[in-house]
């Protein structure tokens, strides 16, 4: 192989993250295209691509070693335009068209989310942060933001109309969506949760049963995907103030953070005991 070749080669890979990225626009754009069709099976399958795309391209140019500062600026656009823009489209198109406040509340959403993404870039150049804030994201990304913002749509492709796709219910559930976006709340990063050696059986399982249910039963999945993201801010935020407490674990392997963890859970039973009886720990002084 000569090195021309190579070099060719070399770039034709680097340029792989940054089509991704594209590839996703069009996803996007195109899925605001099927909503305007009365397809909104399509325009949802198209957003979860985008999505998909979107987990990927970063992935593949860290591998590559083809980080770029353009690659992460069309990185941004499509995650403006694929989980802000598209979304809001295809639900005030399906849902809300008929609405005064629908466009308001879609508006809302948008905006939300270009802020949001506005946000995570600022945050990147901060060295100040502690090292453990790596492990979250700062309210709720915008992938998430846009699949729970779909929720109502995916209820209706299952079920048909009911109060979840009435007006004041699609309305009000934007807006927590959106306030979600841009809340302060640390959400934890899928990459920075540890699986136990001893579970990746169960997880592989667990995985080959999701990509069933995205082929035989894709709303319900998307339905409680949404539910279960919402259940793990709490952990999340739990997570986030104990590191916060003891930055010091960050270091530590998981299993070791674990073993951390139950070690102060058993000293605190100990140290209440003793506050009742109004007893100090040894060594301590009034």
């Known amino acids: 192989m000569t090195t021309r070749t190579r070099t060719r080669r070399t770039v034709n890979l680097r340029i792989l993250p940054s089509s991704m990225s594209v590839l996703a626009i069009c996803a996007g754009l195109t899925s605001i295209r ?11 399958a198209l957003i979860a691509a985008a999505a998909i795309l979107d987990g990927l391209d970063g992935r593949v140019a860290r591998i590559l070693d083809a980080e770029s500062r353009m690659g992460e600026e069309i990185d941004s656009l499509a995650d ?28 809302l959403y948008a905006v ?3 802020l949001r993404l506005a946000r995570f870039n600022a945050l990147l150049d901060d060295a100040t942060l502690p090292a453990y ?23 209706k492709l299952e079920f048909g109309d009911g109060w979840w796709t009435t007006p004041w219910f699609v309305c009000a559930w934007i807006a927590g969506c ?4 841009v809340s302060r709340l640390p959400m934890k990063k899928m990459h920075a949760v540890s699986v136990p050696p001893n579970l ?51 270091d530590h ?13 058993r000293a605190q039973p100990n140290r209440r005991s003793m506050a009742r009886l109004g007893l100090r720990k040894p060594g301590r002084t009034p």
């Not at 998430?144 to 995916?154: C, D, N, Q, V, Y």
């Not at 709303?219 to 801010?233: G, K, N, T, W």
């Open 34 to 44: 099927f909503a305007l069709e009365a397809q909104p099976h399509v325009a949802m």
């Open 80 to 107: 403006a335009v694929n989980f802000g823009v598209a979304p809001a489209v295809v639900v005030y198109v399906t849902l809300l068209a008929a609405s005064p406040a629908g466009w308001v509340l879609v508006l």
């Open 112 to 114: 939300c989310i270009v």
């Open 133 to 155: 804030t790596r492990e979250f994201f700062v309210g709720m990304p915008a992938p998430a933001g846009a699949i729970a913002t779909l929720g109502p749509l995916a209820a």
């Open 178 to 181: 959106s306030v979600l976006v």
């Open 200 to 250: 990746a059986a169960v997880l592989l399982a667990a995985l080959a049963i999701v990509a069933a249910a995205a082929f035989l039963f894709p709303y319900i999945l998307v339905m409680v995907a949404i539910v279960a993201y919402l259940c793990h801010i709490p952990f999340s935020v739990r997570s986030h103030r104990w590191l916060a407490d003891h930055p010091e674990a960050w």
């Open 253 to 265: 392997e998981p299993k070791q953070r674990r073993a951390v963890r139950r070690a102060i859970r």
